[in-house]
């Protein structure tokens, strides 16, 4: 049986059985380990890192393990979790500089504000390249307030995930996509009567003056329609 713990037991507390040089390789993993957090997170795209800037996610994911063990576990010293914490945030306010002071190493890591809708339609190239799906998009834009993609002059998709709304003054709005769910489940692939239909992958508006049984989108030549509304 191993020996009881002995509280406050101060060189267990901050060292443990470790020489002070293992604090040195402490540092070094603190190091290869934000890299790893921050690479990781910059290949899983946007949708990770709403709200907070990715450097700020690195620094809290990082923080939390370095704080929590040392509360829980005898053997994890103290000395150890302050080093984490020391270089940790040293390579935050370092990683921080470097990436307010040099544009490819920000655009790399934290991305570029994307258009994601242009008058009242999606904009299919840009979209598919980011990591939002469209469920997610028209709910971000129901949030907002938004019914219908007409009403909708332009929408981006910030660097930290968030997506920002500019709409048409009222005056400007037109026919569009609905984005209601109920309103939604009424796309098919036959247009039933004459009248504006909303293409149901881009949004792009188009006349129909006769039923059709396939049309396809004169933008993304996809062929889900669904009644555009005002």
């Not at 191993?2 to 101060?10: A, E, G, H, Y």
């Not at 470097?98 to 994601?116: C, F, T």
Request: contains cysteine; hydrophobic residues 40%; glycine residues 8%.
């Amino acid at each position: 049986m191993s020996d009881p713990v002995q509280p406050f037991d101060w060189e267990r507390m901050f060292i443990h059985d470790f020489p002070w040089a293992y604090l040195g390789e402490v540092a070094f993993r603190t190091v290869f380990m934000f890299g790893v957090l921050l690479t990781a997170l910059t290949v899983s795209g946007k949708r990770e890192v709403r709200q907070l800037s990715i450097y700020e996610l690195v620094l809290l994911i990082g923080l939390g393990s370095a704080a929590g063990d040392p509360m829980f576990y005898h053997d994890v010293p103290l000395a150890s979790a302050v080093v984490v914490f020391t270089v940790m945030m040293g390579c935050y306010k370092l990683a921080t500089f470097i990436s307010d002071r040099n544009k490819k190493v920000r655009d790399v890591l934290e991305g570029k504000p994307v258009y994601v809708i242009e008058n009242g339609c999606i904009l299919t190239q840009n979209f598919s390249q980011e990591d939002l799906g469209m469920e997610e998009l028209l709910s971000d834009l129901r949030v907002e307030g938004i019914e219908q993609l007409g009403q909708v002059r332009t929408a981006i998709l910030e660097p930290n995930g968030q997506l920002s709304v500019f709409p048409f003054e009222d005056a400007d709005i037109r026919p569009g996509l609905p984005i209601l769910p109920n309103e939604l489940r009424k796309k098919g692939k036959r247009i039933e009567q004459p009248g504006k239909y909303a293409c149901c992958t881009c949004g792009n508006v188009q006349m129909f003056e006769s039923p059709a049984e396939e049309a396809h989108c004169q933008k993304c030549d996809q062929i889900t329609w669904v009644k555009a509304v005002t």
